[in-house]
């Protein structure tokens, strides 16, 4: 065992003996040239001696490769170097043509018999798109893929259960009952589009995941897709995500628009169930190199798919994706919200509440926000203001800059999650919220108590935490500590049973 700068005969003296003694290969090459009569006696030592002294004059020798630019295997990435991540894109879709996409992506063939449940979602689609129904996640995700086909954009979605969707929404493949043929109503949206390629891969995250990068870094024009059954089995990959996906530009200015979806929520499923690792991602985002996002609704979903590939900017995505929310009655959209509208990276305040009258606001990400919702509706709570940070990195500090000078000064700051204290975005966030807020305005946390694992096992503990967590943040009174006090002598007590907000540095 040594590296390649050590003494390797000191620990395996016989092999090294062996091979000092052999001649090498440049020299066995030359002896050969020479017998064949391509070189003359001595021409391999002049020719290693000009090589020599052309480096010591400084000159260039290295003879330049052809063809790495400009031929059918090689991309040109230059039109997307150097762009600004907050440059506005239009990503809204117009009705006529959002209507066309929505008849195609539920046409399938005649005599073609889908399982009850399935057709009963087909039915339900087309209901969403005369507006019968409001928008699901499964149906905008859809129309996302439509329309960045119907715009010239490839697509390529691979994960472990992706053409049926882990939790029963997706459905990109549709399976006869009776044959078991297969059907992708996006690979027929028109008779000439762009490909769609939806791939049910094998059970090992590190070589798909690694396939997907080095595919995602030679097609700047397609939307390419990793989603992970859960979230937390993207750990079995972390080696590309630190090697490659976060610092791959910084390394060895490879670009890519590679795309992470990571199923990510509280739902008492379990340690192995409920967290992508939030904080991972969070940790490695530095130099505008990534983005993280957790889209609340399905037409954020909707914008962000369509913003990853219009804006002339290829960075990997990694998306916190739905679990319950994906059938919550309040995660839903209006036809209208994809017509118009865009990306939001921020969501303020979404109920008629008077601003002027709010003592608190506390921002949030993801499934958490429904439950504070609902709660502060069921006690009627008005002066509380809820706000959703939808990306997480590139912090959006000018829309959050925004948000405060909407509300009272005096106005408490909460940080509300479901992760425990140490996991989830609130150590690598908070410093942002703490310094557009000010000097003595302090951001306080609501959420579980530090853990070493994600989530409790146990159901009925974490509906107790869950509620106690949301109740912290719309009720708790603050408690009068030092910013050193957070995390280090944070109470012994679990935060369930300690409704105290604690406050940041």
């Known amino acids: 065992g040594h590296n390649e700068a050590d003494e390797p005969a000191a620990t395996q003296p016989l092999m090294y003996r062996a091979i000092r003694s052999h001649p090498t290969v440049r020299k066995q090459y030359a002896e050969r040239l020479q017998a064949e009569g391509v070189l003359a006696a001595g021409d391999a030592e002049k020719m290693a001696e000009q090589y020599r002294s052309a480096l010591d004059e400084g000159r260039h020798e290295v003879h330049p490769s052809l063809g790495m630019i400009g031929n059918a295997h090689t991309i040109d990435w230059s039109r997307y170097a150097g762009v600004d991540s907050g440059e506005p894109v239009a990503t809204a879709v117009p009705g006529p043509k959002l209507a066309s996409l929505g008849r195609r992506i539920l046409q399938y063939p005649e005599g073609f018999t889908l399982h009850p449940r399935v057709a009963q979602i087909v039915v339900n689609r087309s209901k969403m798109m005369s507006g019968g129904m409001p928008l ?27 053409g049926r969707g882990t939790f029963f929404h997706r459905h990109a493949v549709l399976h006869d009952q009776g044959s078991e043929r297969t059907w992708v109503p996006l690979q027929h949206l028109a008779e000439i589009q762009p490909r769609f390629t939806v791939i049910d891969s094998l059970l090992s995250e590190e070589a798909v995941l690694g396939f997907e990068y080095g595919y995602a870094t030679t097609s700047p024009d397609c939307l390419v897709i990793w989603e992970g059954q859960f979230g937390d089995f993207v750990n079995g990959a972390q080696v590309l995500i630190d090697q490659f996906i976060s610092s791959g530009e910084a390394k060895w200015g490879r670009l890519c628009g590679l795309t992470l979806f990571l199923p990510h929520g509280y739902e008492g499923q379990g340690p192995e169930h409920s967290s992508a690792r939030l904080e991972r991602f969070l940790q490695l985002c530095a130099e505008n190199n990534m983005q993280v996002c957790v889209p609340s609704t399905p037409a954020q979903m909707f914008h962000m798919l369509r913003r990853q590939m219009l804006r002339p900017l290829r960075k990997p995505l990694v998306v916190m994706t739905p679990k319950s929310l994906l059938r919550h009655e309040l995660s839903v959209s209006s036809l209208g919200e994809l017509t118009g509208g865009g990306f939001a990276s921020m969501i303020d305040e979404s109920d008629p509440i008077d601003a002027r009258g709010v003592r608190r606001i506390v921002f949030c990400s993801g499934k958490v926000y429904f439950d504070l919702l609902k709660a502060r509706r069921a006690e009627g709570l008005a002066d509380v203001a809820l706000v959703r940070i939808e990306q997480l990195y590139p912090f959006p500090a000018r829309e959050y800059a925004a948000v405060l000078a909407r509300y009272p000064r005096n106005a408490d700051l909460v940080w509300c999650q479901e992760e425990p204290q140490n996991q989830g975005a609130w150590y690598q966030i908070r410093h942002r919220l703490q310094e557009l807020a000010g000097e003595g305005r302090p951001v306080y946390y609501a959420g579980r108590a530090p853990a070493s694992a994600p989530a409790t096992g146990l159901a009925k503990l974490h509906e107790a935490e869950q509620k106690q967590l949301v109740q912290t943040a719309l009720t708790a009174a603050s408690a009068d500590r030092t910013a050193l006090d957070l995390p280090r002598l944070a109470p012994a007590v679990p935060a369930a049973a300690n409704p105290t907000m604690r406050k940041s540095s």
């Not at 149906?139 to 390529?156: F, H, I, K, P, Q």
């Open 136 to 162: 699901d996640w499964g149906c905008a995700e859809t129309l996302a893929y439509a329309s960045l086909l119907d715009d010239g954009v490839a697509v390529r979605l691979s994960g472990q259960d992706c």
